[in-house]
Structures are given as C-alpha cells and as structure tokens.
C-alpha cells in the first residue's frame, strides 16, 4: 500500500512538471504580420498564444477583422484600435485608429474598465467653428475627418486659441483629457495640436526592470498573478564581486596616496626643522609626536548590521530626503524592495547592497561617515 502510494505521488509530480513545462513552451511570441509589433507577456495574441500566456483579459490582442491584419486591441466603451507599437521596457503602448480619424475616437474614450492610463494627459478643448470663418483660424490645422462644407473643426490645449475660438462665432463641442506622449511637447508648432496616435501605459504587471535586464517576464504559475523574471543575463561580474573589485583597487589607491602626503609632509618638516632647530628636550617629547591618522575603517561585523533597521518600500516610495535611487547600485527604488537605513545619518540603500557595502567598509556611502562613530 505505502509503496503503491510513493508510485501514484511520483506519477503526480512528473505529470504536472510535464504540464507546466508544456505550458511554457507554448509562450513564444507571436506577430500578426510583418512589420507589427511582437506580442509577449503581458499581452498575448488571442489566436496564437493560450490564455495563461497573457497577464488578464485586459492584454488580450487580435489580429484585427474585415480583412485587415493588424495587431489590434478592444478597449471596453471605446472599441477597437490598431497596435502601432509596444516599448515592453517602458511599459507603453502606442495606439491608433483604424479608420484613420482618431479625434472621433478621443471624443467617446473611456480607460475606466482597462488597465491602461495616459503616459501624460493634456485637456483638448474641441470647437466646430463656421467654415466661413476659416481664414481667421489659418494658425490652428482643422480636422477633416469631422468637419463639413458648413462647419470646421479645431482641437487645441493652447489657452490663447481656447480664449480666442470661444469668443468667436465657434460652438464648443467637448473638452476632453488626451493621453500624449509628453516628449512631442518640446516639437515646435505642434506643441498644442493632437498628434496622430495616443500613448498609454500600465502599472501591473511590473516588468520594467526584468525587461531592461534582458529577461523574459511571466506568471509564477497559471493560479497566480505574481510574476516572475526567467532568462535574465547574469553580469559578467556578481554584484558582490564588484564591490570587492572597487573597494580592493580604492584600498591600495589610498594607501599610494597617503604614502605621498607622508613623504611630502616629513619633507616639509625637515626643512622647516632646519630653518628653526628644536631643541633636544622637545625632540624627546612623545606630545610633539601626537599627530596621527586612521586612514582606513574595516568592515563592520554582521551582527551590527542587521541591527539596523529594515524597511518595506510602499507603493508612493517615499523615503527622507526624497532618495529615488540606490546610492550603490544606482537602481531605481521600486515599490515592495526591501531598504536597510542607516541610524542617525538616515540613508537609505538596498539592503543586499548596503549589506554587502558595510561587510567590506565602515562607513555610509553618501556621507562617509561611519556608522559606529555616528551611534
């Protein structure tokens, strides 16, 4: 019985190893057609990929309809638009319509029920003026696809043209939030005219850093929505191993350097000892010797350090000082990494960098002070 048991645990183990190997085989990027972006998590191609490929029904993506192969996606109240281009590595999506009059499009736009929010939003105000009228507005670019023999009509986030076209025979239609791709600001004379396709992003998943490393983001398992980072290169140097690297090439630098001060100094000395000879009952004094430098703090031991305390980041990321980056790594802080502060001084750091930083140097390494002179 108890061997019979063994049998059917191990035929479970290896049958669901089995499953979720097959599972992740299956993830392999996907495209509609030549020249479109490459879909992967946290999207995934509805007709080509399984639903555990994508991170929510959210991601979903099709190859478009009515003949038209284009990566498209449904966005609940507002339909359908074509993917232009996915920046995996900033977490942005850039979208268009596809029937070519994307001002309709922003008129009924609603992100409520996605999981996209504008990478900038700027207020469009919309005004359909007289087409009779047209030559006094030559600085703004009509939009065609919603004007007519009779009417005009104009989108700008310009206050002055706003100011000015409402005290003009010109109706208001709708002041509307745009998502806009916030560098298309510093682009001359197009500053405050809607551009041809919106840019969103998301929050969730967040694969910004594993997508920078060059790994591949995914599900931890296909009943969670923890992700995971797989097939990240490794650094040709451990993180660890850089630190000894740079703490042993600066230990020797310093001691070249004091070596040079010293001999400066003795030579500075004895000339002035031969200018103003001292006499012999000074020269015997140990108090005329007192002068003396620690040039080096060792490492502190572990014990000290895990005295210090931990902190959970939260979502705002907020920390004293207004820290954004790790002092060491130069990473940006991220929300749910765990930080070690150090007492009194108040800075911050990863705590596997600064665990690491203090085993090998005494001392913080923003302000260089050392931890046990400080407490």
Not at 281 to 305: F, K, R, Y
Request: proline fraction near 7%; charge should be positive.
């Amino acid at each position: 019985m108890e061997f019979t048991t063994k049998i059917t645990t191990l035929s479970l183990l290896f049958l669901s190893l089995l499953i979720l190997t097959t599972t992740t085989a299956t993830c392999t990027n996907a495209v509609c057609r030549r020249g479109d972006p490459t879909v992967r998590f946290p999207f995934r191609l509805s007709s080509h990929q399984p639903e555990s490929c994508g991170y929510s029904k959210g991601f979903d993506l099709t190859c478009g309809n009515n003949g038209v192969n284009r990566t498209t996606i449904t966005l609940p109240f507002s339909g359908n638009f074509t993917v232009e281009v996915i920046d995996y590595a900033a977490q942005a999506i850039l979208i268009n319509d596809p029937n070519k009059c994307l001002p309709e499009r922003i008129l009924m736009l609603n992100l409520t029920s996605t999981p996209f929010s504008g990478v900038d939003v700027r207020p469009f105000t919309f005004f359909s003026c007289p087409t009779s009228d047209y030559p006094r507005f030559g600085q703004l670019t009509p939009i065609t696809c919603l004007s007519d023999k009779n009417s005009t009509v104009f989108a700008t986030a310009w206050p002055i043209s706003v100011n000015y076209l409402s005290s003009q025979s010109c109706r208001l239609i709708k002041t509307v939030e745009v998502p806009v791709h916030w560098p298309s600001y510093e682009q001359a004379g197009s500053s405050w005219e809607l551009t041809d396709n919106l840019w969103l992003t998301w929050r969730v998943p967040r694969c910004r850093r594993c997508e920078r490393r060059g790994g591949k983001c995914g599900l931890k398992s296909n009943s969670s929505s923890e992700t995971i980072c797989s097939d990240a290169p490794k650094p040709a140097i451990p993180r660890r191993d850089q630190y000894a690297i740079a703490i042993g090439a600066g230990i020797p630098g310093t001691l070249i350097l004091f070596g040079l001060v010293c001999l400066v100094y003795n030579r500075i000395s004895a000339f002035i000892k031969r200018l103003h000879p001292v006499p012999h009952s000074e020269n015997n004094n140990p108090q005329a010797h007192s002068l003396q430098s620690n040039i080096m703090i060792m490492g502190l031991d572990v014990s000290t350090i895990e005295s210090y305390p931990k902190i959970v980041l939260g979502e705002s990321k907020r920390l004293p000082e207004n820290d954004v980056t790790c002092a060491i790594c130069l990473s940006e802080y991220e929300p749910k990494e765990t930080l070690r502060k150090i007492p009194l001084c108040q800075h911050c750091f990863h705590a596997d960098c600064i665990d690491e930083w203090l085993k090998l140097n005494g001392t913080c390494p923003v302000c260089r002070n050392s931890p046990e002179q400080i407490l």
